[in-house]
């Protein structure tokens, strides 16, 4: 935190420096071409991806329209340059409304005074409960609640030969990313079944009028079961090697830099 001399902010624990929360999912498709799926474009996309080596991004998804996940969009420009190739870019529609607003000078390029260096994107609308296919991934937009905004998680399954999720599935998937919520409507919750991955908003132990609290998230992971929690979004009142042991069996931090092992084949 800008200002802040606490404990957690003083910290040399590298698990308590925390960028903006994103997500990026890599994986080869079924003709082995690397592929790489971002969640979000918060404002250190630069950083993290410099600091992660990554040289492409296939595709976008937006959880919500807020600063915090969507002001790097410009800096995407790069793997438009990378790749030689425009980036599908995936959100609901008042996410994609904002990203219009906030980013004229890509979507509306020719109004732009000088022909400059932005970036290339295909904008695609998704709707709540309603799956799409990615690159032989099925993406299920999960309705979720933000206070009172209605944002979206995603449900991630590997497809079978026929397109279906896949009966058996290597670890992480099924896994489903909810992050910025503090509440789950009631027809979302069976999107939330039989994942082996959760990452879940938690941002602090006092509750908060838009994220989850410590308690709140614990029994949401209870009530998930999944095989294996992440807990992310922290601020400053988090600190890693206090908390990380405390949490119960299959839950943890998650922290910048971490990595889950991923493949999308089907457990023989």
Known sequence: MIGCECQVCRSADP????????GLLEFNDAIGHRRAILIDAGPDL???????????????????GHVDHTWGLDEVRRF???MRAPIPIYADRPTMEHLHA??????????????????TLIPTL????????????????????HGSLPVLGFRFDALDSTLKPAVCQHTPFP?????????????????????????LDMLRYRRHPTHYSLDESLRVAEQV?????WLVHMTHDIEHADLEPRLP???????DTAELPCSLGAAP
């Open 15 to 22: 698990r308590n420096r925390r960028l903006r929360t994103s």
């Open 249 to 255: 069996e299959g839950v943890h931090l998650a922290w």
């Open 46 to 64: 630069r950083q993290q991806a410099l600091r992660h080596g990554l040289t492409r991004c296939d595709a976008i998804l937006f959880t919500h």
């Open 175 to 199: 896994f489903a990313w909810c992050t910025d919520c503090n509440g789950i409507p009631p027809e979302s919750w069976p999107l939330l079944t039989g994942l082996n991955t959760l990452v």
């Open 126 to 145: 998704i709707d709540p409960q309603r799956p799409i296919e990615i690159f032989g991934v099925q993406v299920m937009p999960v309705p979720l609640l």
């Open 102 to 119: 906030a980013y004229r000078h890509i979507f509306q390029r020719e109004r732009n005074v000088n022909d400059s260096f932005v970036a």
């Open 225 to 229: 079961g999944a095989g294996q929690t």
């Open 80 to 82: 438009n340059a990378t």
